[in-house]
């Protein structure tokens, strides 16, 4: 029997997920934050979005300082209300054993055990809180949680890259120019796949190619302690296979003296879906080309930038 959320189940607890973790701040999620940060479908997150609306556990705000929100604290909200958001309600709504011939007319002999195991279930979510589940993905996230023995996950590759390139420009002028329209990093990302694909080519001229479809969702948040000098970067990116490619990570600024910067990009990089008979030194190389091709396009328009579009 197949226990696992349908897709809008799924979807909401993750948009639900990203909201909590965001619920402290105060802030206000961009719908375009919740793709990069959960993998939620583009085409899906308004509408999940809107679920938790309805059911009451999110608040919406128009607006260039709009977006959503919790409507109240994580512990107050319960795994069954966020379920139940998406899915409905969770309660038998015809006999276990379907609509076909039987010789039972009122009930059947699975009944009373269907309706136990189905209280059960909603008793175990009801019980279980978004806080929880928020602790429990933040530590999983620092490997402080146990992986279960019974997990179904079978974990795609993922490395932990950093790269540093140093720029020509004091630390506040970086500063402010990271803080206008980052638009341009999208280019920056495809230029790092497409640099990546290059390289590959000249390895590996009749292996699978390392690109994208479409353009990258990318999202330049806050971060860090100090957020003028650490800002969150997410990307994700479509792969010509149907999987998808994954940085997560931060951009870091380090005053170097009052002319130079050092600017950093260190966080969790899911490659693009390859065969399994992919050598495992050369999925690295490609990962940290695309990484560095990133960084270094980054680093190049804030050089160049003039003082009009900064």
Not at 2 to 17: E, H, I, N, W
Not at 28 to 55: C, G, H, N, W
Not at 225 to 238: D, F, S, V
Not at 264 to 284: C, H, I, Q, V, Y
Request: proline share 4%; charged share 30%.
């Amino acid at each position: 029997m197949d226990m696992t959320l349908s897709k809008r189940g799924d979807y909401v607890v993750r948009s639900a997920l990203c909201l909590a973790r965001a619920y402290e701040s105060g802030d206000y999620r961009k719908i375009r934050e919740v793709v990069a940060e959960m993998d939620v479908p583009q085409t899906f997150a308004s509408q999940i979005l809107a679920d938790l609306v309805r059911a009451g556990i999110a608040d919406s705000k128009a607006g260039k300082a709009g977006g959503y929100r919790l409507a109240r604290d994580p512990m107050d909200v319960s795994l069954l209300q966020i379920v139940e958001a998406g899915e409905g309600p969770l309660r038998s709504e015809r006999c276990a054993l379907g609509e076909g011939p039987c010789r039972w007319e009122k009930v059947c002999p699975l009944h009373e055990t269907w309706s136990e195991a189905t209280a059960s279930l909603r008793r175990t979510l009801s019980e279980t809180s978004l806080a929880d589940i928020v602790k429990r993905d933040e530590d999983l996230e620092r490997s402080d949680h146990a992986v279960p023995l019974d997990s179904h996950r079978h974990g795609s590759l993922t490395l932990e890259l950093v790269d540093w390139v140093q720029i020509e420009l004091p630390t506040a002028v970086v500063c402010q120019r990271l803080q206008r329209n980052e638009s341009w990093i999208t280019k920056a990302v495809k230029a790092g796949y497409s640099d990546a694909e290059g390289l590959r080519c000249t390895i590996d001229q009749g292996g699978t190619a390392w690109s994208i479809a479409g353009s990258p969702v990318v999202v330049l948040g806050r971060g860090g302690t100090n957020t003028e000098r650490e800002r969150q970067l997410i990307w994700e990116a479509g792969g010509r296979q149907g999987a998808s490619s994954r940085f997560e990570g931060s951009l870091i600024l380090r005053e170097i003296d009052d002319e130079r910067t050092e600017l950093r990009l260190a966080g969790k990089f899911r490659p693009p879906l390859l065969p399994a008979s992919t050598d495992r030194a050369l999925t690295e190389r490609l990962s940290r080309a695309t990484l560095r091709t990133t960084l270094r396009e980054i680093a190049k328009v804030l050089e160049n930038r003039t003082e009009r579009s900064a």
